[in-house]
């Protein structure tokens, strides 16, 4: 009963968490960063299956982040930071694209698919790993285009997420620890590095020059 409860207060904590920071992408005040809320949302997609077979018990925060991953990506193609790609965007986009012919040969050479779930999961999560690299370049450098609340109640779920976890395998301790650890940081980070005020888009230009 435990477990459920934990599980449904970290699911509904993410789900908050996301919503927020919505809220302050349409109003300005957070600018993601494109390539890696593309990139987790595509590995969010692929990694659901072999993190289910291979025995990932708290499929449903995955499938929430993944969802509102997608919702964030969306969002930044308008609202996302910069008009073009950094050069640690371009080595997250090119890692994450050698990972797919990699995934796709594990998944056809091994025999069964609870057999490849366990190797596909890792290579996946190499990409994911470099996806964060941007996420905590962007943090320490321009921290005031983040939102360090959001952060935080991501924080929370992750927390709750682990009181979930019976088994502590290879997949539960990477979801929790690599990236709830993230969160960790950039909340660390967002909290400890000095930052301007950000200015909403919408702001007009003539009250910006007063």
Not at 203 to 208: E, F, K, N, R, V
């Amino acid at each position: 009963m435990s477990h459920f409860v934990f599980l449904l207060l970290a699911c509904l904590i993410a789900a908050g968490s996301s919503l927020y920071y919505l809220r302050t992408i349409r109003a300005g005040l957070t600018k993601p960063s494109r390539s890696s809320y593309w990139i987790w949302f595509g590995l969010g997609v692929l990694i659901f299956p072999s993190y289910v077979l291979s025995g990932g018990e708290n499929w449903p925060l995955n499938a929430v982040n993944t969802v509102f991953c997608g919702a964030i990506a969306y969002h930044s193609i308008r609202y996302g930071e910069g008009g073009s790609l950094s050069k640690w965007d371009w080595l997250a986009v090119v890692i994450a694209l050698l990972t797919i012919p990699a995934w796709i040969a594990l998944a056809v050479t091994l025999p069964t698919k609870e057999a490849a779930a366990l190797p596909v999961f890792v290579v996946q999560m190499i990409a994911d790993v470099f996806a964060s690299f941007v996420i905590y370049e962007k943090a320490w450098n321009r921290p005031e285009n983040e939102d360090k609340t959001a952060w935080f109640l991501s924080v929370v779920a992750f927390a709750f997420n682990s009181l979930a976890v019976t088994d502590w395998n290879v997949q539960n301790l990477f979801i929790n620890g690599w990236m709830g650890g993230t969160a960790v940081a950039i909340t660390v980070i967002l909290h400890v590095r000095p930052h301007s005020t950000p200015v909403p888009d919408e702001t007009p230009i003539a009250a910006l020059e007063t």
